[in-house]
Structures are given as structure tokens and as C-alpha cells.
């Protein structure tokens, strides 16, 4: 069936580094690819997407990129604080031929003071 | 986010009981959707609903009922509990037909004993 696999699965970086974690789906007509950030005990929450008819989205520290070609989507965490520090989803959506979600694993991001 | 709510927050059952978690969203969202979060598999999709008395099954539909008969209401109920559902479930609403920003709810920690 289809799936999302999302690398690395835990990702230390210095504060002030970037960090970067790459997602590959499989359903070609997945369109639509959020990312969310998940702080230990909370609720997900949306920090960026990005649809299938744009290659790059960003905003401020965060940007997401997009290869359709090779089914694959990556967020890239510039100047990175302790508050960064969380458990990140990729996620490959659509809604031909019926609703699909899938989530990737998640990463584990520690960003050291 | 106080717009989406689910009840119980915390719930201790027993193997073969009924279990019937609640989510309540304020915003009109037509989309409700059901989750399960564990670790390593990330957020997988148990059922969700594209308006009231419209539900369809996700990817891990086994075991679990839902019902949807208002707009802001969508419950989810564990007919004959089991431990493999021990979990942490979230349900989640969308504004827009498309696959588009889900806003979840703070979930439920179910424990199967």
C-alpha cells in the first residue's frame, strides 16, 4: 500500500545550525503535503505546506521543497532555536478517487544550546 | 485551537468494554477526521467524515465505529475494546473540501488494560 517514509528519525543540531528532514511518498497522486510540529504532550500543529503546482514555499525560517519527478519533499529549519525542539510529521495527501492522509514516522529534532 | 475539543482527555478501560471518545469542534468545519497516534507509525488515519451522516473508512478502520449525525459532533467508539488499542487518538477538522490544514484536537490517551 502506500506509505511516507521520513528520514532521520531523530536529528540533533547546534543552535544556530539548519536542519533539514526529507519525506518520500509513493501515491503519484498525492497533491497536497503538510508539515507538522508536534511539542512532547501537545497536539500537532501546521507549521507549513506546500500543494503539487509549486516546487518551494517559504516562511521566515522555515521552507518546504518539492520534486514531484521523484515523489519527494523536504523541510529545511534555518537559524534553529531550543524552542525548535519537537517531533516533526511530513504528511502526503489527496482527494481523487476517494480521501488519503499518510503520515510519515515523524523526527525527533533537539536543537542544543 | 480551543475550537476543537475531545472528551475524555485520559480514559482506563478493560479488554471487551465499550469505549466512546467525543470530539466537538466550533468552527462549522465540514471535514472531521479520527487518528491514532504510536509510536514509531506517526498519525494514521482511522475514519473521517466529509459532512454530516457522510463517513468513510481510513487506513486502520478495524475495531472502531463512527457516527457523525451533526456538523460539530464526530465520536468515535471502541465497540469490544482491545490492547492493541492503547493509544493516543486525535481527532482533527478541516475547513476546505481539498485535503487542506487539519486542526486537531488536544487528545485522548486511551489505555486497554
Known amino acids: 500500500g502506500e506509505n511516507v517514509e521520513q528520514h532521520p528519525s531523530t536529528l540533533s543540531v547546534q543552535e544556530g545550525d539548519s536542519a533539514v528532514i526529507k519525506c518520500t511518498y509513493s501515491d503519484s497522486a498525492s497533491n497536497y503535503f503538510p508539515w507538522y510540529k508536534q511539542e512532547l504532550g501537545k497536539r500537532p500543529q501546521l507549521i507549513i505546506d506546500i500543494r503539487s503546482n509549486v516546487g518551494e514555499k517559504k516562511d521566515q525560517r522555515i521552507a518546504v521543497t518539492l520534486n514531484k519527478t521523484a515523489k519527494h519533499f523536504s523541510l529545511h529549519i534555518t537559524e534553529t532555536q531550543p524552542e525548535d525542539s519537537a517531533v516533526y510529521f511530513c504528511a502526503a495527501s489527496r482527494n481523487t478517487g476517494g480521501f488519503k492522509t499518510i503520515f510519515g514516522a515523524g523526527t525527533r529534532l533537539f536543537v542544543k544550546a | 485551537d480551543a475550537g476543537i475539543t475531545q472528551s475524555p482527555r485520559y480514559k482506563i478501560t478493560e479488554t471487551g468494554r465499550q469505549v466512546t471518545l467525543m470530539c466537538h469542534q466550533t468552527w462549522s468545519h465540514s471535514y472531521m477526521f479520527w487518528y491514532r497516534q504510536d509510536l514509531g507509525h506517526g498519525l494514521r488515519l482511522i475514519y473521517y467524515?466529509?459532512?454530516?451522516?457522510?463517513?468513510d473508512k481510513g487506513e486502520v478502520p478495524d475495531g472502531y465505529v463512527v457516527s457523525r449525525s451533526k456538523t460539530e459532533n464526530f465520536p468515535l467508539t471502541l465497540e469490544s475494546a482491545t490492547r492493541s488499542q492503547t493509544s493516543v487518538y486525535f481527532c482533527?477538522?478541516?475547513?476546505?473540501?481539498?485535503?487542506?490544514?487539519?486542526?486537531f484536537g488536544p487528545g485522548t490517551r486511551l489505555t486497554v488494560l
Open positions: 467524515s466529509a459532512a454530516a451522516d457522510i463517513t
Open positions: 482533527a477538522s478541516s475547513e476546505f473540501q481539498g485535503p487542506d490544514t487539519q486542526y
